[in-house]
């Protein structure tokens, strides 16, 4: 008997209409048909190749090849000779785990909060973040982010992305200068710029630099699912299998100093002024959203993307809450349809015009237009 087995690093993500496999180990995610998955998964059961052929039939043999010869061209599974054989190679592990108490956090950087910004680092270094982001809603200039970066020495932040307005100082000399000493940052936007550009690591400058025309003022630009913000990147794909993939593991500080799950989030834990990071992530609401995955969500459930996909709780079509008073609407600003498999724009949906409403989002929805 010959079984086929799927490698353990690619992972299915079945949906309402179509699926996805995803490729953990290249990093890569590529869309399968639901039929193919039934029989990936009459295979992962240990039924053997030529049970399967007879199980679907004569007429269905040539289809069954094809779908076979797919998965080893494109290096996705193996066959085996033996049970045993197919047996040697357990299932892997979708179990997720993070060392700190936060990995990352966001950050809106007011004047005043800037002056403070030591302290602030201090506590999310004892929290063992690693990953935070800082918005500006100002230009800096390179005397200003310098001084910002450095601050994070000898602290465990190992990525800083930086947002900030774009003034006509910005370019390759301010690069460089940004560039002179070695510091966690990773990414630095520009927004309000006269081009869109996206320039990645070079031998000269070690950290992407992005310039955007949209002009951002407040937090309201976040939380839009797009399919250019997909990532098959194996921690984040494991960890939105067990957990919320936007608000798991994270906090943040609005430009008032309120401590919430993130900026844009209606609900606040306290201030940074009077508050400590550690009191706040010990409050009884603060990790209500931390194990809610795309799995519960509404429309979400059903979408073969959900593994690779970003999650936003502040801002929903709320339609939906479950019984633990938990919004699982899907994100407000994603225009997938996963029962169709097409693409619009979210916020020119009529039934979305009432939370646009709510949330104060007319603004942004025009400037978008």
Not at 204 to 228: P, T
Not at 258 to 276: D, H, L, Q, V, Y
Not at 289 to 295: A, E, F, I, P, Q
């Amino acid at each position: 008997m010959t079984y086929f087995k799927l490698f353990t690093n690619c992972i299915v993500s079945k949906g309402i209409a179509r699926s996805l496999i995803c490729d953990l180990q290249r990093q890569s995610s590529t869309l399968i048909p639901n039929d193919l998955v039934a029989i990936i998964t009459e295979l992962d059961s240990a039924t053997s190749v030529e049970d399967l052929f007879r199980q679907y039939g004569a007429e269905n043999r040539e289809t069954i090849s094809e779908y076979l010869a797919y998965l080893t061209e494109n290096e996705y599974g193996f066959y085996c000779e033996s049970l045993e054989e197919f047996n040697r190679f357990p299932p892997m592990s979708t179990a997720f785990s993070g060392s700190g108490k936060i990995t990352n956090a966001v950050i809106e950087v007011s004047e005043d909060m800037e002056r403070n910004l030591g302290t602030i680092l201090e506590q999310l270094n004892g929290l063992r973040c690693t990953s935070l982001v800082l918005m500006f809603y100002r230009p800096m200039d390179i005397d200003g982010l310098q001084s910002v970066l450095e601050r994070f020495d000898g602290t465990e932040i190992s990525s800083v992305e930086i947002v900030t307005a774009y003034h006509e100082a910005v370019g390759a000399d301010f690069l460089k200068n940004l560039n002179a000493r070695l510091t966690p940052l990773t990414s630095i936007l520009f927004y309000n710029a006269p081009f869109d550009r996206t320039d990645p690591w070079d031998r000269n400058i070690y950290f992407d630099v992005r310039f955007s025309r949209s002009n951002i003022h407040s937090f309201k630009h976040c939380g839009i699912v797009s399919a250019a913000y997909f990532d098959t990147n194996f921690p984040k794909v494991l960890e939105a299998m067990n957990h919320n993939s936007c608000l798991h593991k994270k906090i943040g500080i609005d430009i008032h100093g309120n401590i919430k799950n993130c900026p844009a989030m209606e609900t606040s834990f306290g201030n940074i002024r009077e508050t400590k990071l550690a009191e706040a992530l010990e409050h009884p609401g603060f990790k209500q959203y931390w194990g809610l995955t795309k799995d519960d969500i509404a429309v979400c459930r059903d979408c073969e993307y959900r593994y690779i996909c970003t999650d936003c709780r502040a801002y929903t079509g709320r339609t939906h809450i479950d019984t633990g008073g938990l919004d699982t609407s899907k994100p407000l600003k994603c225009g997938y349809d996963p029962y169709t498999n097409e693409w619009a724009e979210w916020s020119v949906h009529p039934l979305r015009q009432e939370a646009i409403r709510y949330y104060g989002l007319e603004e942004l929805v025009r400037n978008n237009e």
